[in-house]
């Protein structure tokens, strides 16, 4: 068998293929021996340590568990996922996982940790056909996406609060059938007691504030990060002054966005206009 030599450096995928073969080959294992362990196939291993296949969260959860390792595939995998992100969202991540409350304030589209799976894979699948993004990094994306909504289901969970504009949720993302079943989420995400969802309607015009969106962590210590993004950059911020005009910001779109019980029956009657054509 011919041996291709990887730089670990040159992508993702090539480091992760890297640390899968020198594990391997300092334990003496075939890649039929790893194979079995793992539960795929051999030919699947040879792709992964040749950077010919990308790494899944299973398969990263498996080789630790083959290898008996704490969580070192797994924060390998997560770590390549977010290198097709903005600068600063690394960072941000480690924040989010810890936080005990969210703010969040999305215009264009639901807010990410509120997406299924289908509105995912369309809008990430879109940024494929424009040529914005390889299919390789769009599978990453989503992969690294629906890993952090776990968070939705921790226990404790954290206490979210989203404000979304009218136009996120007007705004078609895949066909009339991800539309319907993403607007019933929202619905049902809703009712949760630690979710509270609000719309910020057009008519609220120029008094709405923040001309991007933006989301608001605050910590076990009661301390804030924030972290925004525009079309070309993602910011990560942590001035307490810059971030409590942030937060009186948000304490403004709460007030004058619609009500829960408002924005419940605001997001059902947009879902029925799509699930009528």
């Known amino acids: 068998m011919n041996k291709r030599e990887?730089?670990?450096?040159?992508?993702?995928?090539?480091?992760?293929g890297a640390l899968v073969r020198r594990s391997r080959e300092q334990r003496g294992?075939?890649?039929?021996?790893?194979?079995?362990?793992?539960?795929?196939?051999?030919?699947?291993i040879s792709a992964l340590e040749n950077g010919r296949r990308r790494a899944t969260r299973r398969i990263s959860t498996q080789l630790d568990r083959a290898f008996g390792l704490e969580r070192q595939f797994l924060a390998e995998w997560s770590k390549s996922g977010r290198r097709i992100l903005f600068e600063g969202f690394e960072e941000y991540l480690g924040d989010e996982s810890k936080a005990v409350a969210m703010r969040l304030f999305e215009i264009n589209i639901v807010p990410s940790l509120l997406q299924t799976p289908a509105y995912i894979r369309a809008y990430q699948g879109a940024l494929v056909s424009r040529g914005v993004a390889t299919q390789q990094q769009a599978d990453e994306r989503t992969e690294l996406l629906l890993h952090r909504q776990q968070l939705l289901v921790g226990d404790?969970?954290?206490?979210?609060?989203?404000v979304i504009d009218e136009g996120a949720l007007r705004r078609s993302i895949g066909s009339?059938?991800?539309?319907?079943?993403q607007l019933r989420h929202l619905e049902s995400l809703a009712g949760r007691p630690r979710v509270l969802v609000q719309v910020s309607p057009f008519s609220l015009g120029e008094v709405r504030p923040f001309a991007h969106p933006i989301t608001l962590l605050t910590m076990q210590n009661r301390s804030m990060v924030g972290y925004g993004e525009t079309q070309k950059r993602g910011f990560l911020e942590r001035d307490?002054?810059?971030?409590?005009?942030?937060?009186?910001?948000?304490?403004?779109?709460?007030v004058e966005a619609l009500s829960r019980a408002a924005s419940i029956e605001f997001i059902r009657e947009v879902r029925k206009g799509f699930d009528h054509g």
Do not use: K, N
Request: glycine content about 8%; charged content about 15%; some cysteine.
């Open 6 to 16: 990887l730089d670990p450096q040159g992508s993702p995928a090539a480091e992760f």
């Open 156 to 162: 404790p969970a954290p206490l979210i609060h989203a």
């Open 176 to 181: 009339r059938e991800v539309m319907v079943e």
């Open 240 to 254: 307490p002054e810059t971030l409590a005009g942030w937060a009186s910001e948000y304490d403004h779109l709460q």
């Open 29 to 44: 294992w075939t890649q039929e021996y790893l194979a079995g362990l793992v539960g795929c196939t051999s030919s699947h």
